[in-house]
């Protein structure tokens, strides 16, 4: 059994490692709430540019063309854009987001015989590929909390690039979505060639769906609007995925600090046993003495 000095100094070990997760968990709140809030500016703006491209397919107009609309004749060529985050202790984030791209890249490989390649963001994916010998389009640290749309809208231009000029066929996202405010799963969305939904047309009817007159006209609306929507999806992609990581990372630090709680409680039932044992002890061997004196 372990001394008191043992115990004694395994609480204080343990009290200081609560410290540095408790601190970090409210690090990871704070910043949390930051990208919450830019989420929250960031998703109106993404919603109704998706209702304007859905109005301009709907609009009556046939055979609208944009290039980053159509697909390759023949399509071999894939790019995922896979983002992860620098650091760990944040639970499962990195590593579900990575195996959800090495599944994807493995079926596009094995069954639809593509050429897939990785551009990766963020450390820890690119700890992973170097470590496993996988190689890379293109690496890059994650900007976390200080991505600015600017910097997404470089990122997305170059993917734009890619694919206009045919080095990439398809383009994805792989990175973890936002479900909800307390929920977050990693997914794999096409970013190139555009597909948009029919945001807010389907569900009011046929019969009540708006007309619109487009100026100069649909053909140039689109080719301004469709660069900018792919550049608003790699910055939502880039938000909502950072806002992931401190959700995951504020989540891992409270239940670390939650068990180191209930681990020096548990050290300190174990102390004061040991306390105990060690007193009962000296009193037998008092009680013993003076019985023999006697």
Known sequence: MATQREIKKRIESVKSTKKITKTMEMVSTAKMKKMQGRLLMSQPFVQKLNQVIANLRNSGVENIYDPLMQEWPESKRTLVFTVTGNRGLCGGFNNNVINNTIAFKKR??????????IYAIGKKAIGYFNFTGQPMYKSSLNMEDKVSFAEAAKIAQELINLYEYGEAHEVYLSYTKVVSAS???PVIVQLLPIKPERVGVED?????????IFEPNPYRIFSSLLPLYVKAQVFLALLESNFSEQFA???????????ATDMIRDLTITYNRARQAK?????????GGAAALG
């Open 249 to 259: 990372r504020r989540v891992s630090m409270k239940n670390a600090t939650d068990a």
């Open 108 to 117: 596009l490989e094995i069954e639809e015989g593509r050429d897939v390649q």
């Open 183 to 185: 929920s977050q799963k």
């Open 279 to 287: 007193i009962t002890t000296e009193i037998a061997e008092i009680v």
């Open 204 to 212: 009011v009817g046929p019969e009540f769906t708006p007309q619109y």
